[in-house]
């Protein structure tokens, strides 16, 4: 059986090598860092989000799975392979910061604001490719809609009742989608702008723009499992956001003290 998800998941990492490598050659960066940076960054995403899916939706797996909180199997009726699954954005979030700021003063020796501007652009991409694997696996599946809706798709997998299939809202597209044009948008600032010099500026407007996509995008999903908080009719996805908004403007405002001389990107 092909998971997608991981295979979606691979194509991220790998497509993320090959933009940070592109970055590190235009900034001046000896390649011997790169692969330290992918390194900490994959075990932070994949520990941080794994380890935020399970606080957030999941906590009983704690108790009736432990090994599969960890790990990409399950014990539950015999051993078997899952992949990588029920994975937790904001959970990887807050788990990279972390690891970032100790690749920036340990390894690279920079200031992990200019880390984060890159990673924010390669996670742009990334997350469409994680986005399609969640749609080709039928995870995170829309709201129900009208069939007649131009946005009306089938789940054969997940979205069924008494036999019949749901049509539902393709949410994943439209959180690849909107990450894709993410990517293009802070692309186009790194290369074509002075905004790369304001360190913390682009990955301040990345925090801002890839979690309001989040949050309007959580108004048309399903609940995913047991909803950790909710509060005003916001689920838990759209409650987590919130705090990283603001810290992404909050960002894009310090970033004026972290000015670098244009000649100096490295």
């Known amino acids: 059986m092909l998971h997608f998800y ?11 090598y090959f933009i940070m490598a592109k970055i590190f050659k235009i900034d001046g960066v000896d390649e011997k860092y790169l692969e330290p940076f992918f390194t900490y960054t994959l075990i932070g995403t994949i520990l941080g989000a794994r380890l935020g899916h399970v606080i957030f939706y999941q906590p009983e797996l ?6 599969s909180v960890f790990l990409p199997i399950s014990t539950k009726g015999g051993l078997h392979f899952t992949g990588f699954s029920g994975l937790a954005s904001h959970g990887a979030a ?14 690279i020796k920079k200031n992990p604001l200019w880390v984060y501007d890159r990673i924010g652009i390669v996670v742009a ?47 994943q597209l439209f959180e690849a989608f909107g990450y894709v044009c993410l990517f293009i948008l ?26 309001a996509i ?10 995913q499992g ?4 909710s509060f005003a009719g916001l689920n838990t996805g759209q409650i987590l956001s919130i705090p990283f908004m603001i810290a992404g403007a909050v960002i894009m405002i310090i970033s004026k003290k972290y000015k670098l001389p244009k000649a100096e990107t490295v």
């Open 214 to 223: 989040r949050f309007f995008v959580e108004f048309l999903k399903e609940p």
């Open 62 to 67: 704690f108790k009736e799975d432990f090994l």
């Open 6 to 16: 991981s295979l979606m998941f691979i194509l991220a990492f790998g497509l993320g």
């Open 94 to 107: 807050i788990a990279v910061i972390a690891t970032t700021l100790y690749y920036s003063f340990r390894i």
């Open 125 to 171: 991409s990334g997350g469409a490719f994680v986005r399609m694997g969640n749609f080709f696996n039928s995870e995170i599946i829309g709201k129900q809609v009208d069939p007649t809706s131009p946005f009306a798709l089938l789940f054969p997998q997940q979205s069924s009742e008494y036999g019949v299939t749901i049509p539902r809202y393709p949410t």
């Open 226 to 229: 047991d909803e950790f908080i």
């Open 186 to 211: 802070l692309w186009f600032l790194y290369r074509k702008t002075d905004k790369k010099y304001q360190q913390g500026w682009l990955f301040g407007l990345f925090f801002i723009i890839l979690w």
